[in-house]
């Protein structure tokens, strides 16, 4: 599998290059190739694995 | 010239005046922390060194696609796709095993030169890393 591209629902681009999804309730961890993390407020919509692409619905 | 921005694009309001330090994240996409002061408004000019090898002296002017750091992020990423295509082509080989077990030998001896060339280029890759690492080591 490769690097996420996680967008949001609009298509609008939050993170690119995610090696690591996690989901703590409400919130969506993002980790970064670098091992930079990120945390988004929202819920996985859509994974789609063959493209890497990640879309999160944001409140 | 910068604008400085929450984590939800939104432009973030902070007092004026004394120095001081905040996380921000500029317009281009950098994201870093750094000391500045401002001025009325938040458009000013600055320069700083945030670790990007591709800043010109005066501002930010990026030419490639990184995040503020290019050559950490170009170690990493080719990092990750070496030893991403090493699975593969082990992925590959096995295919190749479980083909000629099928009995069909030319899809696998065709898979098996696949994979010979698919290292050949990740060795390439390899050696690119390597000219990477020792370009920022001399620096």
């Known amino acids: 599998m490769c690097l996420a591209t996680v967008k949001k629902s609009d298509e609008t681009v939050l993170c690119k290059n995610i090696s690591r999804i996690d989901v703590d309730g409400t919130k969506v961890i993002l980790k970064d190739i670098m091992g930079e993390e990120r945390i988004i407020e929202g819920k996985i919509l859509m994974v789609d694995l063959a493209n890497s692409i990640v879309k999160l619905e944001c409140p | 010239m ?23 994240v500029h317009e281009d996409g950098a994201t870093h922390t750094h000391a500045h002061s401002h001025e009325a408004g938040h458009e000013h000019i600055h320069t700083h060194d945030c670790g990007c090898k591709n800043h010109q002296a005066d501002g930010h002017q990026h030419d490639c696609d990184c995040q503020g750091n290019c050559a950490d992020e170009t170690i990493a990423l080719l990092t990750y796709m070496h030893q991403h295509n090493e699975q593969h082509a082990q992925e590959l080989e096995q295919m190749a095993v479980n083909l000629r077990k099928m009995g069909i030998e030319d899809a696998a001896r065709s898979i098996d030169e696949g994979v010979s060339d698919f290292q050949k280029g990740n060795m390439r890759l390899s050696l690119a890393l390597t000219l990477v690492r020792n370009s920022m080591d001399n620096k």
């Open chain 2, 2 to 24: 910068h604008l400085v921005k929450d984590e939800s694009g939104n432009m973030a309001a902070h007092p004026h005046g004394d120095e001081h330090t905040h996380k921000h």
